[in-house]
């Protein structure tokens, strides 16, 4: 069935992934990243564009993703926080 939303955003909850990145303080670094989806045989990540994450991985040139297992779930809600 076809439903209409009339709404000017509209989020799914895709799945959350870390990203993995060289950064030039600490060597390497992760975040945490919920605006990723799949379309067709592509991975469509969504990075703020003034994020230490997309300054870094636009300076290097590359990245990881990772794909957390449901136990490590609890350890990935703290990947890239600095107290």
Known sequence: ?????????????????????????????????????????NIVLGVSSDSRAAQQIEKYGEFTVNVAAEPVMTSVESAGWWP
């Open 1 to 41: 069935m076809l439903v209409e939303f009339n709404t000017g955003k509209f989020y799914l909850g895709y799945p959350i992934v870390v990203l993995g990145y060289k950064d030039d303080d600490y060597g390497y670094n992760i975040t945490t990243n919920s605006s990723t989806y799949s379309l067709r045989n």
